[in-house]
């Protein structure tokens, strides 16, 4: 399906909340389906990743019921499923389960097989087996990729350094660490999302100072609870970029999770020049959460510190399209790491942006862009949602209207983008 889009002829205008956070809803999926008790959560995010991620857990036993804008889960006895865990689009389902599933006990004597579509097929999951087999566990894999088949089996904890900060490899092991023998402690070099960190206390497991490094102790029960999934500023960043973008634009973003592993996107537009006024709220189940003002902005390109790569890596298709119109040139390094994504977010980036007349030089970890117009055309998501989304805020502002194609893929995380942004005062349309 094609998504066409517009240049805005007037500004965009209004109030906005972003939908429920992605990576929280995943977790809150697998540990409500891993817990002695019911857990409920309003704001879950409703879409194709999630749902995969909460079907695999109604396979795997819980019930899970919609009650409105409320998700409730009461687990059941964990139970080998009747056929493969299909995780459709999703790199965070596939690796948590592994992690959360490959110790439990429930399941020994049992084989796991657990697939994905083919962008997912492609992805590394040998990031993940190496560790978790490093704690006993059994996976056979396609060369370090899915279809995986998963024998339960009893685990040992382990100290594990990790050679690249990952919060979904960190978070597997974690989550295994929870069924294994003794003590389990994940050393990152570098900083990466801390929501496993954050709900595993709510859940009434404790975590301990590994000195260095983050540590669980194996043995622990998990108890559901109430919890509210603030909104994903991973999305909201689509919205931040065409309120910069747009001349004359004011938005007001509400209900927005500002957790400081994942602010890095803010750090980066402010230090281009973006007018963001954050205004910071009450925590939300252990999540800060708080608004933002935007305002149409002169940008300014910069050399963007590797320090902030891992703080806002999955922000990175938009960034680069707002460097693409940005004064100057923006300097992006160590962000190989795109390369693995639902695409090779760095080559499918650079090659689309080409395609709408940027200048720009692609490097092995990032890219050298050169700030201009975009004068509009046919271009491609790859097959990637946030590829999709960062060329559609470009065609805000081209010289004539931009048309993507594979635009459904966006649906895999953000349903409402495009019903969002026209309210807000783009003109988008399904084609």
């Keep these: ?41 309003t704001g879950f995010l409703d879409s194709a990743d999630t749902r995969a991620t909460l079907n695999a857990m109604g396979a795997l036993g819980a019930r899970i019921e919609d009650r409105d804008d409320e998700i409730v ?41 657990l697939i994905g579509d083919h962008s997912l097929s492609s992805r590394p999951m040998a990031r993940i087996i190496k560790p978790l087999t490093g704690m006993g566990a059994m996976i056979e894999s396609d060369q370090g990729h899915a279809p995986l088949k998963l024998s339960p089996r009893t685990l040992t904890g382990i100290r594990y350094q990790l050679p690249v900060a990952s919060a979904q490899v960190k978070s597997a092991i974690l989550l295994a660490g929870l069924a294994a023998e003794g003590n389990t402690v994940v050393i990152e070099p570098g900083p990466s999302r801390d929501h496993t960190e954050r709900l595993l ?16 102790s194996g043995g622990q029960v998990l108890h559901g609870g109430d919890f509210h999934v603030p909104g994903d500023l991973s999305a909201a960043a689509f919205v931040i970029a065409a309120g910069l973008l747009v001349p004359g634009s004011e938005i007001r973003i509400d209900n927005v999770g500002l957790n400081p592993t994942r602010d890095g996107v803010i ?33 300014v390109g910069i050399d963007v510190p590797m320090e902030w790569v891992p703080l806002s890596i999955d922000e990175f298709p938009v960034i680069m399209a707002l460097s693409a119109v940005a004064a100057d040139r923006t300097r992006i390094q160590g962000a190989a790491e795109l390369r693995v994504k639902e695409s090779d977010r760095l080559a499918v980036m650079c090659g689309q942006l080409a395609r709408l007349g940027v200048e720009l030089e692609e490097s092995a970890d990032g890219a050298l862009i050169h700030g201009g117009r975009i004068r509009g055309g046919q271009v491609d998501s790859g097959g990637d949602h946030r590829i999709a989304m960062s060329l559609a805020v470009l065609g805000l502002v081209a010289d004539s209207p931009v048309i993507i194609d594979n635009a459904e893929w966006i649906r895999t995380s953000y349903p409402g983008f495009v019903d969002d942004m026209r309210a807000l005062g783009a003109e988008m349309e399904w084609v």
């Design 1 to 41: 399906m094609k998504l066409r889009v517009a240049p805005a002829d007037t500004p965009l205008k209004g109030a906005y909340v972003p939908p429920g956070d992605k990576s929280i809803s995943h977790r809150l999926a697998i540990l409500g389906g891993l817990a002695r008790s019911r857990t409920r959560v």
């Design 73 to 113: 889960i009461d687990p059941g006895p964990l139970k080998a499923p009747e056929g493969p865990l299909d995780l459709g689009n999703s790199g965070t389902g596939m690796r948590l389960l592994c992690g959360a599933l490959a110790g439990r006990g429930e399941l020994f004597g049992s084989t796991l097989e």
């Design 201 to 216: 206390p709510a859940f009434g497991a404790g975590l301990h100072d590994g000195q260095p490094g983050i540590g669980v």
């Design 267 to 299: 750090r980066i537009l402010q230090a281009m020049g973006g007018r963001l006024e954050i205004a910071l709220g009450e925590d939300l189940g252990g999540e800060p959460v708080g608004g933002l003002d935007v305002r149409d902005s002169e940008l």
